[in-house]
């Protein structure tokens, strides 16, 4: 079922691997027509140039209308959420152009034409916040999402708009859609499913570097990952997103984007999922003990969900791959985020501490010197300006309104 929806461009051009033969961006795109001729010529067959002829102005009228951008509903590309990725390695090379089909910058005075954008995991907690912005700028956007984790409560204040879907679906079985970007923020078993023309931005996490050797974490380090520990699953499996990511780029000109996203918190997120903030706000706020893990001096940076959402948005309408590092490089150990929610929540808090799970990371924390040159971004919410907008939704969700 999935192979069938998977590509319906033709027949597969040769690997990557065959020989260097194969390249989905030509370089030169006027360089087979010289051959051609040649080989025409040569052989005494313009016949056959002419055929040529006739074949490439019939493919070009059929891709040109995906290639403008004038248009909302032409320039949109035809995105199947169906492909397996060795299908998607298949398709050919003018799928997309690298820059500009899908956002990009608009010049001084001209509108910026709404997009459509779909945003896998929009009813998640950073999901729903870039869902946000995205309504607000003027975007329509569909979310697809399975609710295991992510709420329809989150985008509940978008079903009124008609410039906004929500569909129930799991990302792992094929969808077909048509938008211009994807933000690929779900989180499923297996990753990247969609065939392309649009741009695809991978959320990948900080996770990668594993319990990293080098301190702050530069998009250069390679990670010290334990491949077969408790939490491989999820790093080793983002790692992996990661290459099938950029293997998508180099193998099937598919326009992609790379974030590693470090520890984020604000309303909306998980009450219960075992996230340190989320923890501890849960526990100040409900009298409980704040359970500090380990000897609590291992340490986090952490941002605010707005700024990662600016991050965000800065890496999708720009002009480079990364991956990028989108966190707050302000950083704590548990034991001083302990304090922070101490001071805003109650002073009278107490600390537990507890044993730390296996292989939990020493220290981490971002180098944004790449997302600051190359996006022009940089994270704005100190953590003690963020935590209590954080509470306060927490307060809602875990009392009731009345109490809020
Ligand atoms: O109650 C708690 C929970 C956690 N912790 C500690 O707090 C630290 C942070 O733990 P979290 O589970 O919040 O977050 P982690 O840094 O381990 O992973 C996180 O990082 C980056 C994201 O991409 C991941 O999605 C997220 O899991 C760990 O050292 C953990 O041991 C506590 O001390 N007490």
Redo the contacts with the bound molecule.
Sequence with gaps: MASELTYRGGAAPGSASDGGEYSPKPSKPLSWLTRAARYAAAEHRPVFALAGMLLAAALFSLYAPSASSSDASSGRAVSAAAATFSHLSSLPSSASSLHGSAGGKVPLGLRRRALRVLVTGGAGFVGSHLVDRLVERGDSVIVVDNFFTGRKDNVAHHLANPRFEVIRHDVVEPILLEVDQIYHLACPASPVHYKIGARFLLTS???VYGDPLQHPQVETYWGNVNPIGVRSC?DEGKRTAETLTMDYHRGANLEVRIAR????YGPRMCIDD????S??VA?ALRKEP?????D?K?T?SFQYVSDLVEGLMSLMEGEHIGPFNLGNPGEFT?LELAKVVQDTIDPNARIEF?P??AD??HK?KPDITRAKELLGWEPKVPLREGLPLMVTDFRKRIFGDQEA
Excluded: A, H
Aim: hydrophobic share 25%; net charge positive; charged share 20%.
């Design positions: 996490t900080s996770e999820y996203i470090f520890n984020t075992g996230r340190v903030v923890n501890f526990q704040l359970t500090v893990y380990g609590g291992q986090r548990m507890r730390n799970t939990d990371p981490r």
